[in-house]
């Protein structure tokens, strides 16, 4: 049993994960999404899962696919999909991680046939898609809570203002700044911030290495 503890140290526990882009339709064959390929998220689901994790891993459009026994993929395909799934799970997990690149905005209206084309200026309008990441925080009892946040300016206060916003207990921060990280890129160089704002930044290295370390934060939480 005691073995068993140390080699599956989050046996027991739930963990949920957002994962890639989500796509805002704007006509029946177009949307609008992002360069987010799931990497990350992928990544973090299967560090969880061999340390014995119960893993839900919500999904925006990727390539990647996991057929590991401690991961549930949840595949969908917008922002309000990805905010329904995750608020089914949210009050049975032990910890949050969002992962997701989420649209901020989806077109206000979606056109049944596809748009023909005309002028020579075309705008779409746009609206708010909920944050994911805010309503867990409101909704937060117990679990433990990890955002991410891409900046590219003033990166350590906008983080910290993100902490507080959407109450975090972790943020991962994403640094544009360095060559080799970032979205399609198999590296990422992040800076880790606590609810404390204990700043750690990192060595850049591989998306597997750094779910590790943020997986190596959870046990910490569980373990103290
Ligand atoms: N997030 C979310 N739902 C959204 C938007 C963002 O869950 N609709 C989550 C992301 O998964 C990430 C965190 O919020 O973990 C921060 O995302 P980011 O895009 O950096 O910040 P925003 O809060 O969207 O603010 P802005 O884009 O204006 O910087
Ligand atoms: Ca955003």
């Not at 739930?14 to 796509?23: D, V």
């Not at 990544?43 to 390539?63: K, M, Q, R, W």
Request: overall charge neutral; charged content about 25%; proline content about 3%.
């Amino acid at each position: 049993e005691k073995e068993l503890e140390s080699k599956l140290p989050l046996r027991g526990k739930k963990i949920l994960i957002t994962a890639g882009p989500t796509y805002e339709a704007i006509d029946p064959v177009r949307f609008i999404g992002n360069h987010s390929s799931g990497k990350m998220g992928f990544d973090i689901a299967h560090s969880a899962a061999n340390l014995g994790a119960e893993v839900i891993l919500v999904s925006g459009p990727t390539n990647f696919k996991s057929n590991h026994s401690g991961i549930k993929v949840i595949p969908v395909v917008t922002a309000q999909e990805m905010y329904d799934a995750c608020h089914e799970y949210f009050a049975t997990v032990d910890v949050a991680i969002a992962a997701a690149a989420v649209a901020d905005y989806r077109p206000k209206n979606v056109a049944t046939q596809k748009i023909k084309k005309a002028a020579v200026n075309f705008v779409i309008e746009m609206e708010k898609t909920k944050d994911i990441l805010l309503s867990m925080g409101e909704l937060k009892k117990n679990q433990f809570l990890i955002g991410f946040a891409l900046e590219t300016e003033n990166e350590i206060e906008n983080a910290k203002l993100k902490i507080q916003k959407k109450n975090l207990d972790l943020i991962v921060l994403n640094s544009l700044q360095d060559e080799g990280a970032g979205f399609k890129k198999a590296t990422n160089k992040v800076t880790f911030i606590d609810k404390d704002f204990n700043i750690e930044p990192m060595e850049l290295k591989s998306k597997e290495a750094v779910a590790d370390d943020i997986l190596n934060k959870i046990k910490a939480y569980f373990h103290e």
